[in-house]
């Protein structure tokens, strides 16, 4: 008989503000050790404790489960966040983004791109060309769930990312995310710094150059992140929220993973 697998989702907020979340696709075996360390994390989490935690639990149809490959992965390393996000432009200027849509997405991340500065549940679409806001909900943004590495095959990528120094589930969890946000109708990029105040990694993804960190894209201590998704159409939007937020995803396979390097701006 197919084995059932449920999609397991965590969201932590106070005063109505979110303060984490994770997205799982778990077996039944394993519905309650995973719903209690994500329970667990955003209690434990830095700054305040939430308020709110929930927590959801959803079937998932077998037959619509795709499978996927992980994008291949580049870590840069720059002196300071100047540095970093001058970095990211770039990437994301290669990757097809106009310089006013870059600005655009920079801005949002720097000021808070939820309502009155504060940070977004989900993330920022953004016209890549026009740098127009396509998501609609500024407070909630588009929420990608539904996707994990395959459970046969997530020893093995474990494994090999914990030997690369990329181990960490909040690693692992953002390369997923942006796996899957690469696989979507209309995607050209996505730039990404988180909202932990001690958490200054980011990056930036492209269909072509895959998954590229950068560890620097934010100054200590700030409290602001998101993510934006820059698109090549506004038609696109439908089915990219469908694909996102429904469309479950398992990843099979990691892609390359290329040794650190250093950059500095006379670089290229
Ligand atoms: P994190 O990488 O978890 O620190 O998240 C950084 C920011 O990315 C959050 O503040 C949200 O704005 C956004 N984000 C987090 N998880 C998701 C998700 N599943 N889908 C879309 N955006 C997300």
Excluded at 33 to 57: K, T, Y
Excluded at 145 to 155: K, T, V
Excluded at 201 to 229: C, H, S, T
Excluded at 247 to 261: D, E, S, W
Aim: glycine share 10%; aromatic share 6%.
């Amino acid at each position: 008989m197919e084995r059932l697998l449920y999609s397991l989702r965590m969201r932590a907020s106070r005063g109505g503000y979110h303060q984490s979340g994770a997205e799982k696709v778990v077996t039944a075996d394993e519905v309650a050790s995973v719903a209690a360390a994500l329970m667990a994390r955003a209690m434990n989490s830095s700054g305040p404790q939430p308020d709110a935690v929930h927590c959801s639990l959803e079937c998932l149809e077998p037959a619509s489960i795709r499978h996927a490959v992980l994008p291949d992965i580049a870590t840069f390393l720059v002196s300071d966040w100047r540095a970093g996000r001058s970095l990211a432009s770039r990437l994301l200027v290669r990757a097809g983004v106009s310089d006013r849509a870059v600005r655009r997405g920079m801005g949002l991340l720097a000021g808070g791109a939820g309502p009155d500065g504060s940070v977004m549940r989900g993330a920022v679409v953004m016209h890549a060309q026009s740098g127009e806001r396509l998501e609609g909900d500024a407070s909630r943004g588009i929420r990608v769930s539904r996707m994990d590495l395959d459970s046969e095959a997530r020893p093995a990528i474990e494994a090999l990312l914990t030997v690369a120094g990329l181990g960490h589930h909040r690693v692992i969890e953002a390369l997923v995310l942006a796996a899957k946000v690469l696989n979507a109708p209309g995607i050209v990029a996505e730039l990404c710094w988180s909202d932990d105040p001690d958490y200054v990694i980011g990056y930036v993804a492209d269909p072509y150059y895959g998954y590229q960190r950068i560890n620097g894209l934010k100054e200590q201590g700030d409290p602001l992140g998101g993510r934006v998704f820059f698109v090549n159409s506004d038609r696109v939007l439908d089915p990219l929220l469908e694909y996102l937020e429904r469309q479950p995803v398992l990843f099979t396979a990691l892609g390359r993973i290329n040794p650190a390097k250093d950059w500095c701006d006379a670089d290229e």
